[in-house]
C-alpha cells in the first residue's frame, strides 16, 4: 500500500487571479478546454466559468478549432501582474513562515 505524502507548497489553496495567469500561460500556444482542466486542475464547471469570464475580458480567444488562446491583451495583463510587487506576496509571506 502506498501512502501520499503532501508538503505544505502542495497544500496551498490559489486565489482567484493566480488560477486566471495559470489558464493564461498555459493557453498562450493554444489549448483545448479539457486539456487545459487537466493542466490547471480545474473540475469543468471551474473550468467554464473562468474560461468564460477570460474570453469575455478579451483576455482568452478560441480560435475555429476550438482552442483557447491567450490574446495580446492578456500577454499583456500578465507582463503587468509579474512586474507588479503586491503580486505573490502572501506565497512569499508563506515561505517565511515554514
Known amino acids: 500500500m502506498d501512502i501520499a505524502v503532501f508538503s505544505w507548497d502542495q497544500m496551498v489553496n490559489r486565489d482567484r487571479h493566480e488560477i486566471a495567469i495559470e489558464i493564461m500561460n498555459r493557453a498562450v500556444s493554444g489549448k483545448k478546454k479539457t486539456e487545459l482542466m487537466r493542466d490547471v486542475g ?5 473550468a467554464k466559468l473562468y474560461l468564460g469570464e477570460l ?3 478579451g483576455l482568452l480567444q478560441i480560435d475555429e478549432r476550438q482552442n483557447f488562446k491567450t490574446t ?3 500577454l499583456e495583463f500578465m507582463e503587468k501582474c509579474e512586474a507588479c510587487p503586491l503580486f505573490g506576496w502572501d506565497k512569499e509571506k508563506l515561505k517565511t513562515l515554514l
Open 55 to 57: 474570453v469575455d475580458r
Open 42 to 46: 480545474l473540475s469543468y464547471l471551474q
Open 72 to 74: 495580446k491583451k492578456g
